[in-house]
């Protein structure tokens, strides 16, 4: 089985300050997405970004990026100009043809 | 309005009693997905169905069971089998097999008293 490992159980950002969720995974596929969901309090996962692996540019979606190392196996999540709507539990997944795999998740509190 | 839906959002249970979770979508995806979030354990999987009348085991299958007859509809059926069924629980779509991204219902949370 795969797995994703989200190093950062809690991290807290001023709001409209830039913060980086880090993302490791290992797999042995040479085809795979990743991706990011935000779970905010309404518990609703909601779908951030998507990286298909094959695709050497990094996804970009507005105010969030990711910084994607394939060597590295790295997905790392970056928030731009941090909103209090932002604060969330961000899971890391990655997706190889029939399965998801999630990570433990990142929970991210925005300060006023 | 299309969508998954789940229901009932909070559910309570006796213990020794099956209960059975809702999902159900309009958006005509293949393949659907049940999941069980612990804190602080991210999402695993219980069972998944890619085609209709056909379902596969996830990563946590024992004391849950599924049926696929309808494309719209996956229910989850939590058996008193299961020792620790207290959780919540997210149904997921997914276009088809091979394809990537997966939409979420809104949840359920289930408690045994």
């Known amino acids: 089985a795969q797995t994703v490992t989200q190093s950062q159980p809690e991290m807290s950002v001023q709001e409209a300050e830039t913060v980086t969720l880090s993302c490791t995974y290992d797999?042995?596929?040479?085809?795979?997405?990743l991706f990011w969901y935000k779970q905010p309090p309404s518990r609703q996962m909601i779908l951030v970004i998507r990286?298909?692996?094959?695709?050497?540019q990094n996804a970009t979606e507005n105010r969030f990026s990711v910084n994607f190392q394939k060597a590295a196996k790295s997905f790392s999540l970056k928030i731009s100009d941090s909103q209090l709507g932002d604060t969330a539990m961000y899971f890391c997944a990655t997706y190889t043809g029939n399965q998801f795999y999630f990570g433990t998740g990142t929970s991210l509190t925005v300060i006023p | 309005d299309g969508g998954i839906t789940q229901s009932p959002k909070y559910l309570f249970r006796k213990e020794g009693q099956n209960v059975t979770l809702s999902c159900e979508q309009n958006?005509?995806?293949?393949?659907m997905y049940w999941y069980r979030q612990d804190p602080g354990q991210g999402l695993r999987l219980i069972y998944y169905s890619q085609i209709v009348n056909d379902f596969q085991k996830g990563d946590i299958a024992e004391g849950y069971s599924v049926s696929r007859e309808k494309k719209e509809s996956f229910p989850l059926t939590v058996t008193s089998a299961q020792k620790n069924p207290t959780a919540f629980y997210l149904c997921a779509t997914q276009t088809g097999a091979g394809t990537d991204t997966q939409y979420f219902g809104p949840g359920t949370r289930l408690t045994v008293l």
């Open positions: 797999t042995s596929e040479n085809n795979y997405y």
């Open positions: 990286q298909e692996a094959y695709k050497q």
């Open positions: 958006l005509n995806h293949d393949a």
